[in-house]
């Protein structure tokens, strides 16, 4: 019913930055939180920001003052502006949607399959 697609991921060194996207497509009637979490290899998956359908905005400790979450509700977009990137950055990131289905109207989470960061020191 509802896709959630990433992009933007790549190898880049210490200290560059980049920019994640994140497209989400289907039966959307409204997209209430939306968010970016990261699964490092061994180690289990974790929030890295949120933002409401308000643009209300939460990030984790490791990423504050460094990455910027924000989205475009018209084209039902969200993005990670990621600046100063450490090895410890290193990951898969994932893209999380909590999503206002049509038929049956309810709301459902949604997850895109990832988009790989390295970076190197």
């Known amino acids: 019913q509802v896709q959630l697609v990433e992009s933007g991921g790549a190898l880049v060194q210490a200290g560059e930055s980049l920019r994640l996207s994140c497209v989400a497509s289907?039966?959307?009637?409204?997209?209430?939180?939306m968010g970016w979490y990261r699964q490092a290899p061994g180690k289990q998956r974790e929030l890295v920001a949120t933002?409401?359908?308000?643009?209300?905005?939460h990030y984790s400790d490791s990423v504050k003052g460094r990455f910027t979450i924000s989205r475009d509700n018209a084209k039902n977009t969200v993005y990670l502006q990621m600046n100063n990137l450490k090895p410890e950055d290193t990951a898969v990131y994932y893209c999380?949607?909590?999503?206002?289905?049509?038929?049956?109207?309810?709301?459902?989470?949604?997850w895109g399959q990832g988009t790989r960061v390295t970076v190197s020191s």
């Open positions: 999380n949607g909590h999503v206002l289905v049509s038929n049956p109207r309810r709301f459902n989470d949604y």
């Open positions: 933002i409401t359908a308000l643009l209300t905005t």
């Open positions: 289907g039966s959307i009637v409204h997209i209430d939180d």
